[in-house]
């Protein structure tokens, strides 16, 4: 005869507590340390294993949370996995990772993938799908949270997250760094620093745009022009094309150039040195991202620090808020769950000149 599988029923009588508590335990809720130990002994010496199929049952979720990033191979979006990951495995979810391959047929066709399988709730990583598309797919989902989703100007993404809200089941958070003053502090930098013909290698994406709007207003700002704009795709290959064609007038060649990216800014680097041009005395370059090798090109590179790990942090909270997995955790939890703006930084190194005193940045 086959032994009967523990229940949470057993491991609340061996431990002389109630069922809330052991679940209260079992999700990370605010319990004494006795208390804790004493079920988790009880857990242990049961030999009790959560039964996430019963659970779904009983509390109408799968447990199961989609994640949609844009492409498997980007830094970032491996660091905002592994922040949402991190948080999800405290609180025993599960998630299914699907790419959208920088794609928007194939974004489409992964987001429904997911969607098939009864997810609980939705992470959108830098989505390029258009908002009719969204709310018609998402309209059953209960919450959805975007990171780095942005409008196409200034405006962050309020006005998806507003027609996301108008479904009944769906709740539409965002979650991500003020792209646009962070892009034009990154090219108000290059001004400061003496540069007045500054060019830019655009990213494809939402965020992309919103910093090739925030680079052509500061210049605009500083009453300069913005005739050298290149469009790139967001990877090396396409920042390599982009420099290309920055390049390929000799009378006409940019002191600076803002790359929307740092795997941008990697391929902006080969054309360069191509060209015969040394960065920075001939050509400076900063961008966006701070990825881990960024420090180790040559130069080391001149960025924006976006903290993926931890707005994959956030979106996780937001979304075990939002199910109502938080309702006994720890304060800062809570107060995780809460934010939207994320802090940047810039990161000062060595691939930008200073015309105006001869000098790099340190």
């Known amino acids: 005869?086959?032994?009967?599988?523990?229940?949470?029923?057993?491991?609340?009588?061996a431990a002389g507590v109630s069922t809330a508590t052991v679940s209260r335990v079992l999700n990370k809720?605010?319990?004494?340390?006795?208390t804790k130990d004493t079920v988790e002994s009880a857990i242990e010496e049961l030999g009790y294993r959560r039964n996430?199929?019963?659970?779904?049952?009983?509390?109408?979720?799968?447990?199961?949370?989609?994640?949609?990033?844009?492409?498997?191979?980007?830094?970032?979006?491996?660091?905002?996995?592994?922040?949402?990951?991190?948080?999800?495995n405290k609180y025993n979810l599960q998630y299914i990772l699907v790419s959208g391959d920088r794609n928007v047929e194939?974004?489409?066709?992964?987001?429904?993938?997911?969607?098939?399988?009864?997810?609980?709730?939705?992470?959108?990583?830098?989505?390029?799908?258009?908002?009719?598309?969204?709310?018609?797919?998402?309209?059953?989902?209960?919450?959805?949270?975007?990171?780095q989703r942005e409008a196409t100007s200034k405006a962050t993404s309020e006005s998806l997250g507003e027609s996301i809200n108008s479904s009944a089941h769906t709740n539409g958070l965002t979650v991500g760094i003020d792209n646009y003053q962070a892009a034009q502090d990154a090219t108000n930098y290059l001004i400061q620093k003496g540069h007045k013909k500054i060019a830019h290698i655009t990213a494809t994406r939402h965020d992309g745009r919103t910093r090739l709007n925030a680079f052509t207003d500061a210049l605009?700002?500083?009453?300069?022009?913005?005739?050298?704009?290149?469009?790139?795709?967001?990877?090396?290959?396409?920042?390599?094309?982009?420099?290309?064609?920055?390049?390929?007038?000799?009378?006409?060649?940019?002191?600076?150039?803002?790359?929307?990216?740092?795997?941008?800014?990697?391929?902006?680097?080969?054309?360069?040195?191509?060209?015969d041009l040394d960065i920075p005395r001939d050509i400076s370059v900063i961008a966006f991202d701070n990825l881990p090798w960024a420090e180790y090109l040559?130069?080391?590179?001149?960025?924006?620090?976006?903290p993926g790990k931890s707005m994959g942090e956030v979106a996780a909270f937001k979304i075990l808020d939002t199910l109502g997995e938080l309702d006994d955790a720890p304060d800062e939890a809570l107060k995780r769950?809460?934010?939207?703006?994320?802090?940047?930084?810039?990161?000062?190194?060595?691939?930008?000149?200073?015309?105006?005193?001869?000098?790099?940045?340190?």
């Open 52 to 88: 996430n199929v019963a659970r779904s049952l009983v509390m109408g979720k799968s447990g199961v949370i989609g994640v949609l990033i844009p492409d498997v191979t980007g830094a970032l979006y491996a660091q905002m996995a592994r922040g949402i990951e991190d948080v999800l």
């Open 106 to 147: 194939q974004e489409q066709s992964a987001l429904e993938l997911l969607l098939e399988r009864q997810i609980d709730a939705l992470i959108l990583i830098g989505s390029d799908l258009d908002e009719s598309t969204l709310s018609k797919l998402l309209k059953n989902v209960y919450v959805t949270v975007f990171i």
């Open 337 to 362: 769950a809460r934010e939207t703006t994320i802090s940047y930084e810039l990161i000062e190194r060595s691939s930008v000149h200073d015309l105006r005193s001869g000098k790099h940045d340190a």
């Open 220 to 275: 605009e700002q500083a009453n300069l022009s913005s005739n050298f704009i290149a469009e790139g795709d967001g990877t090396e290959d396409g920042g390599y094309k982009a420099a290309k064609t920055l390049l390929q007038n000799d009378d006409e060649i940019p002191t600076a150039i803002f790359c929307g990216n740092d795997r941008i800014a990697a391929g902006a680097y080969k054309a360069i040195k191509e060209h």
């Open 298 to 306: 040559d130069p080391p590179l001149t960025t924006i620090r976006q």
């Open 1 to 13: 005869m086959n032994k009967r599988m523990p229940t949470i029923i057993d491991v609340a009588e």
């Open 29 to 34: 809720g605010k319990v004494s340390d006795l």
